[in-house]
């Protein structure tokens, strides 16, 4: 089924062959022919869980600001305070339009004081960038650069993920803290940007290698035989979604878009408004001076039988339609089926009951908090 | 994978094991694989009606909902209740995890079904 070659319209990273290689089901993910899974959905999930997993990310996209004035355009882009940031630390922003709502969210990199790396989206990869240098024209003092077709970008993830890195770089892995980062020599490539970041709830690195093929393939290869004794698997975006649901983490176009405001997406704690202006900051204000959103992102759990999916109508105890799922699926981890939704205030209270639509007959739900999955505090 | 000799076959991926009038119907390996770890089966009710080619449930993986199409039309007799607490059963076994059974209506319904060979060249082209 992976033997046949990739469609020829649809953009691949430098290790598309080597997924097709592996057996993996690949599919269409915003124009990139990405893997969706290799050995099976649930026993990749569950391997980043437990163990070790790795993820060829090299569709998301790397955006450099650099310059004496980048720290003030990344301030007025972004809407988290990278004046907060010290050299070698990261944290999660998004970049909103005027009226509030998400034109992407994004990793904040602050490389040195005048140097910034914002690690974006793969679907709103040439959206982001033209975003961006349109919010920067004319300001004296930074340059802009798309490096994002420079990196494969891989990401380790999982509780064995420090036991697989280190037996692969000679940088002391324990020095870097969550949404740290630092450069060492990773499989003998120096300043290979090292990031204790990830999108699965667990513990886990992302590496940044040169984007040739043969390099990318080398790494890739040699991170399975490191993780090897650990039971690394090779994971693709099946699991990659099911990961961030449990860990009630956004994917843009669900549950953030330019049609959510900040608020209603639950992210108002990134959002740091008393820095001083940003784009979108005036109508986060006015949000906030009405007394909040009149929705919000909250989690549920389905309770009968049935799985809620992207789409799916909620409903109120009383049938009426009430928000749709932004995301739900099955959660491999914690054996329920769950959900996250952008609903009235009145139904926001975790233990509200209500009921999403599946196939026409309303299916029981109740509102939980997030994350619906924490990994456990590591042991001393 | 083996498809048993005796089964037919549907262009949906269905099999019916057909005894006189009495059809068991499952779905094929190669419907198993396509689909990835099976999560949710949504059985039909015993004593319902259903028509070759219309859909009688549905087979959930994590990622899609799969509709399931009767190959025969006649009456549901009797449901796998097994495959509501380990529908995983039809990823290791899809040839012996049976869905429903019927009885059929009109054992002519099953003439145009594709027999093992036919399913195999069927399902060898379509992955090209």
């Known amino acids: ?380 | 994978m083996d498809y048993p000799a005796g089964y037919k076959y549907t262009k949906e991926h269905e099999w019916i094991d057909l005894n006189g009038k009495e059809g068991k119907i499952g779905i094929t390996d190669y419907a198993q694989n396509s689909l990835g770890d099976i999560v949710f089966v949504d059985l039909p009710k015993v004593g319902s009606p259903v028509e070759k080619g219309k859909v009688f449930g549905s087979v959930e993986s994590v990622k899609a909902v799969s509709d399931l199409y009767s190959p025969v039309s006649g009456t549901v007799t009797a449901v796998n209740e097994e495959l509501t607490s380990t529908p995983e059963k039809i990823n290791t076994d899809a040839h012996n995890a049976w869905i429903m059974k019927v009885e059929v209506g009109n054992v002519a319904d099953a003439g145009d079904l594709l027999s093992k060979d036919a399913y195999e060249t069927y399902i060898k082209e379509e992955t090209h």
Request: glycine share 10%.
């Open chain 1, 1 to 380: 089924m992976s033997t046949t070659a990739a469609p020829p319209a649809l953009r691949k990273t430098a290790l598309n062959a080597t997924h097709r290689r592996l057996g993996a089901k690949m599919v269409d993910f915003g124009g990139w022919d990405m893997p969706v899974e290799y050995s099976g959905l649930i026993a990749e999930h569950m391997a980043v869980r437990t163990g070790v997993g790795v993820f060829d990310v090299s569709h998301m996209g790397d955006i450099q600001l650099r310059g004496p004035s980048s720290l003030a355009a990344v301030q007025h882009i972004s809407m988290n305070d990278a004046s907060k940031l010290k050299e070698g630390q990261a944290h999660y922003s998004a970049l909103l339009y005027p009226n509030g709502t998400f034109v992407d969210d994004v990793i904040v990199h602050r490389l040195s004081e005048n140097d910034y790396l914002l690690v974006i989206n793969a679907g709103t990869r040439e959206k982001d960038v033209n975003w961006v240098r349109k919010n920067l024209a004319g300001r004296p003092g930074v340059h802009v650069s798309d490096y994002s077709d420079y990196y494969t970008q891989l990401a380790i993830q999982g509780p064995k993920t420090v036991d697989v890195l280190r037996k692969l770089t000679d940088r002391d892995l324990d020095g870097i803290k969550n949404y740290w980062f630092t450069w060492g020599t990773v499989c003998g490539l120096h300043n290979t940007l090292i990031a204790r970041t990830g999108y699965t709830g667990e513990d886990g690195f992302e590496i940044y290698v040169p984007s040739d093929q043969p390099t990318s393939e080398r790494v890739w290869n040699e991170v399975l035989e490191a993780g090897k004794e650990f039971g690394i698997l090779p994971c693709g975006l099946g699991a990659r979604n099911t990961l961030r649901l449990e860990a009630a983490m956004a994917l843009y176009g669900h549950e953030i878009s330019d049609e959510i405001n900040v608020f209603e997406a639950g992210l108002d704690r990134y959002a740091k408004l008393e820095k001083g202006d940003f784009v979108g900051r005036d109508a986060l204000e006015a949000v906030r001076a009405a007394g909040g959103p009149k929705r919000k992102l909250v989690g549920l759990e389905i309770t009968e039988r049935g799985i809620a999916r992207d789409g799916y109508a909620v409903l109120s105890p009383d049938g009426k339609k009430i928000g749709i799922v932004a995301s739900g699926s099955p959660s491999p981890f914690l054996k329920k089926n769950i959900a996250l939704a952008h609903l009235p205030m009145e139904f926001t209270a975790p233990g509200t009951e209500i009921a999403v639509e599946i196939r026409n007959q309303p299916v029981k739900a109740v509102v939980v908090p997030t994350p619906f999955y924490k990994r456990p505090k590591k042991q001393a």
